[in-house]
């Protein structure tokens, strides 16, 4: 077995292409989850991660460094 190490989600390593994957996932895991908290804005990445840590935080982790891993894996 390989294990892997998950690098944190940069400001600059998400793109619109892949944050729209990415959105439909958290959509589909996250149903309470809503356009606006998914709104991709560039220069605003790390507001709206923020936004979604706020929402789902408790689910996936109390920092900001594992929201960051867990959108890197979806």
Known sequence: MTITAIKPVTVSSITM???Q???SKLK???P???ESDLDF???KVEG???KIHSKIGKTI???KDGL???IEVI
């Open 61 to 63: 982790g109390k920092t």
């Open 21 to 23: 994957e990415k959105k």
């Open 32 to 34: 309470h989850l809503t």
């Open 68 to 70: 960051h891993k867990f």
């Open 41 to 43: 804005e560039e220069g």
């Open 17 to 19: 292409d892949s944050w």
């Open 48 to 50: 709206m991660i923020y």
């Open 28 to 30: 589909e895991k996250f």
